[in-house]
Every structure is written in structure tokens, then in C-alpha cells.
């Protein structure tokens, strides 16, 4: 029901910003939980960050709270991940999950991805 385009991703420098854009189309985009997943070389995939579909809450993994925001605009049917204080190990491939009426944060209950932006951090 909705499909997901990323973009954003790039090469920085520890300590530098990236902010990842996520287009969405297709029917009942506000009815989706929106976030962003992250898979690093040799790992498995993990929940970063997700705003709810009603908009009220969002979520985040420890490892990236007060570092990144997650917003979305859903007049634009754009979901972002401002990321700042970036370090080498946020590098990864990042991916765009949606959810239909339940939380992304369960990576079992994503019903849609983007086809994922890579974003290296170098040190």
C-alpha cells in the first residue's frame, strides 16, 4: 500500500550531519508507523528510530538518543532522520520501514522498505 524511496546518504567526518529523507507513496500513508532501520557490514538489521502514525511519539535506540530526530510531515508524505554528532560506527546501509497501524520498532511487523541509502562515517 505504500512504497518508500530514500535518499540523503553520503560520506562525512566524525562529528559532522547527515539528514535522511524518506518519499513515500501510495494509499494510507498516515495510517503507517514510520522509522528507519540501520544494517552495518557483517551485522543484522536494527531499529534506529520511528514516529507513530497518529504522530504523537517517537522512539529511538539507545545508541542513537540525542544524537539523531526523526520527524515526518505527512502533508509532504516525507519522513526524516536528522542525524548529528556522527560517528564511525554509525556507519551503515539505512532504511526507510513502514507499518501498518502497529509499531516499526518490531522489525517483524515492517510492511514496507525503502531500498536503503549507505552512510559512512569516516574518523
Known amino acids: 500500500q505504500v512504497q518508500l524511496v530514500e535518499s540523503g546518504g553520503g560520506l562525512v567526518q566524525a562529528g559532522g550531519s547527515l539528514r535522511l529523507s524518506c518519499a513515500a507513496s501510495?494509499?494510507?500513508?498516515?495510517?503507517?508507523?514510520m522509522g528507519w532501520f540501520r544494517q552495518a557490514p557483517g551485522k543484522e538489521r536494527e531499529f534506529v528510530a520511528a514516529?507513530?502514525?497518529?504522530?504523537?511519539?517517537?522512539r529511538y535506540a539507545d545508541s542513537v538518543k540525542g544524537r539523531f530526530t526523526i520527524s515526518r510531515d505527512n502533508a509532504k508524505n516525507m519522513v526524516y532522520l536528522q542525524m548529528n554528532s556522527l560517528k564511525p560506527e554509525d556507519t551503515a546501509v539505512y532504511y526507510c520501514?513502514?507499518?501498518?497501524?502497529?509499531?516499526?520498532?518490531?522489525?517483524?511487523?515492517?510492511?514496507?522498505w525503502g531500498q536503503g541509502t549507505q552512510v559512512t562515517v569516516s574518523s
Open positions: 520501514a513502514a507499518a501498518y497501524l502497529v509499531t516499526v520498532q518490531n522489525i517483524h511487523q515492517v510492511s514496507a
Open positions: 501510495g494509499r494510507s500513508y498516515t495510517s503507517y508507523d
Open positions: 514516529r507513530n502514525w497518529s504522530g504523537g511519539l517517537t
